[in-house]
């Protein structure tokens, strides 16, 4: 399998303790939850691929989800999340029994650290043949590269026409494809056009803010409800299903 995985210096900068907190994190669990929800899939087995630390397996388990998450990476995780996240592990190499199992996949912000993700998506699907559902997320944009992207090991940032030929490459269907985070595209954009560096060490919300993250969070949640999917944002979220044979 293709790796993935961050080194300490990018975990300890992207997943800070409390990270679970900010805006962009508590949002993306919204969405990823409301797709799922939207589409039947609550009741489904799930798996999360490049997990990081769990944030988002953490989230739809306290939503009585099942999921289980995989990471490359031998990175520590909460307590209460021993047993359904598995670090340091090959998803591939998880038992036959329990790939069997699996009905949808996440690859969430994964598959941008991949130099050939056709052919590492090719092997997440013949190792998980009983998947149907795919569910990715990528920073979008390639108009907004920056330091960011090249301190995070990323190959590329996507628009939709290059995300949606992964499926064309799969032979898979898709279901969705749209930018998320509408309100950030300008400002990053500007960044880029003044020469601004990005913050790659981020910080976890404390205290007040916390309830600042909280009220940013639903503001991004509510647009992606009612702005157009076509409209460009810093993400892209592509729900992939296996047509029926």
Same mark, same amino acid.
């Not at 293709?2 to 975990?11: D, G, I, K, P, S």
């Not at 995780?77 to 069997?100: F, M, Q």
């Not at 590329?156 to 030929?165: A, D, G, H, P």
């Not at 595209?185 to 600042?212: D, T």
């Given at each position: 399998?293709?790796?993935?995985?961050?080194?300490?210096?990018?975990?300890?900068?992207?997943?800070?303790p409390?990270?679970?907190?900010?805006?962009?994190?508590?949002?993306?669990?919204?969405?990823?939850?409301?797709?799922?929800?939207?589409?039947?899939?609550?009741?489904?087995?799930? !798996?999360?691929?490049?997990c990081?630390?769990? =944030?988002? %397996?953490?989230? $739809?388990?306290?939503?009585?989800?099942? /999921? &289980?998450?995989?990471?490359?990476?031998?990175?520590?995780?909460?307590?209460?999340?021993?047993?359904?996240?598995?670090?340091?592990?090959?998803?591939?190499? !998880?038992?036959?029994?329990?790939?069997?199992? =699996?009905? %949808?996949?996440l $690859?969430?912000?994964?598959?941008e650290? /991949? &130099?050939?993700?056709?052919?590492?998506?090719?092997?997440?699907?013949?190792?998980?043949?009983?998947?149907?559902?795919?569910?990715?997320?990528?920073?979008?944009?390639?108009?907004?590269?920056?330091?960011?992207?090249?301190?995070?090991?990323?190959?590329?940032?996507?628009?939709?026409?290059?995300l949606?030929?992964?499926?064309?490459?799969?032979?898979?269907?898709?279901?969705?494809?749209?930018?998320?985070?509408?309100?950030?595209?300008?400002?990053?954009?500007?960044?880029?056009?003044?020469?601004?560096?990005?913050?790659?060490?981020?910080?976890?919300?404390?205290?007040?803010?916390?309830?600042?993250?909280?009220?940013?969070?639903?503001?991004?949640?509510?647009?992606?409800?009612?702005?157009?999917?076509?409209?460009?944002?810093?993400?892209?979220?592509?729900?992939l299903?296996?047509?029926?044979?």
């Amino acid at each position: 399998m293709y790796n993935t995985a961050f080194n300490r210096e990018q975990f300890d900068s992207i997943y800070p303790p409390g990270i679970e907190n900010h805006y962009w994190n508590h949002c993306r669990n919204r969405i990823i939850y409301d797709v799922l929800k939207k589409h039947s899939l609550l009741k489904s087995s799930i !798996l999360e691929i490049g997990c990081g630390r769990g =944030i988002v %397996v953490d989230y $739809l388990n306290s939503k009585k989800v099942t /999921i &289980e998450g995989c990471e490359l990476a031998p990175v520590p995780i909460d307590k209460r999340l021993k047993g359904i996240v598995h670090t340091g592990t090959n998803a591939i190499g !998880l038992p036959e029994v329990k790939r069997k199992k =699996i009905e %949808v996949i996440l $690859l969430l912000d994964v598959i941008e650290h /991949i &130099e050939n993700p056709d052919a590492f998506l090719k092997e997440i699907i013949v190792a998980f043949q009983n998947a149907k559902h795919l569910i990715i997320t990528v920073p979008a944009c390639r108009e907004l590269w920056s330091n960011y992207d090249e301190f995070n090991g990323h190959f590329r940032r996507y628009n939709k026409k290059m995300l949606s030929e992964h499926a064309e490459n799969l032979t898979w269907n898709v279901k969705k494809c749209r930018y998320l985070y509408h309100a950030l595209y300008l400002p990053a954009r500007m960044l880029v056009k003044m020469k601004k560096q990005r913050n790659v060490i981020l910080k976890a919300p404390h205290g007040f803010s916390l309830f600042i993250h909280k009220i940013i969070s639903l503001l991004f949640f509510s647009e992606y409800k009612i702005i157009p999917g076509g409209i460009k944002g810093t993400s892209l979220l592509l729900y992939l299903y296996k047509p029926d044979q």
